[in-house]
């Protein structure tokens, strides 16, 4: 079954046992998030078992930082990753809602239960759990010391997108993306993107 919800109220970043992600640049706000707290508070003190995955890029907000220490000190489950495939809220494994435009989650979202749809967003959910880094943890590097950030930043502009793309893509400002990509630049001494192709390709960042 395929319902449509009709979402004046934005399908919220939070996600009890299914992922969570936006196309939006920016983080919730604080009102936002605060609104959120009665109805978690609620299943967390039933016991219900809530895992949420955010962008990397909200380590950086302070509302939601604070949010996601108040989540995982009642219980739940709290990790993040560079790019979400998807923004989506699953319920006891047989109920999800997905956005009807990722784009502008405000236009309401669809109500699915259809049992291999939601075998397959489950799926989708657990690999993207597994690839994901605990809230709290600090960030790895790899041999060449970039953040899982940093080289889907790389990939997404070697694939074509354009900073202001990639930046909604990881939920980054645009001003935020340039920064990242002027100090990649400084780390290959590269006075253009064009000069920092070859030796970003050599250096297995792309």
Not at 111 to 127: D, K, N, R, Y
Not at 158 to 185: C, F, P
Not at 199 to 206: F, I, K
């Given at each position: ?189 590269a006075r253009s993107r064009f000069e920092a192709g070859l ?8």
């Open positions: 079954m395929i319902a449509w919800v009709d979402g004046r109220a934005e399908l919220g970043p939070r996600a009890p046992d299914g992922a969570g992600g936006s196309e939006r640049r920016r983080a919730q706000s604080a009102a936002s998030l605060q609104a959120s707290r009665p109805g978690n508070e609620e299943l967390l003190a039933r016991g219900v078992a809530m895992r949420t995955v955010y962008l990397d890029s909200v380590r950086k907000d302070r509302a939601t930082v604070r949010h996601a220490e108040w989540l995982t000190g009642l219980g739940c489950a709290v990790r993040t990753v560079p790019a979400l495939p998807l923004r989506m809220m699953v319920i006891d494994r047989r109920v999800a809602l997905v956005p009807i435009d990722p784009a502008n989650t405000r236009k309401g979202a669809v109500q699915i239960s259809s049992p291999g749809v939601i075998t397959a967003l489950l799926s989708l959910f657990e690999q993207t759990w597994a690839d994901a880094t605990p809230f709290g943890a600090p960030r790895e590097r790899d041999e060449q010391g970039l953040t899982r950030q940093e080289q889907e930043l790389l990939r997404l502009l070697g694939q074509g997108y354009t900073d202001e793309a990639a930046g909604k893509h990881l939920g980054l400002s645009l001003r935020t993306v340039r920064r990242m990509m002027a100090d990649l630049m400084d780390r290959l001494g030796p970003a390709g050599r250096s297995g960042w792309l």
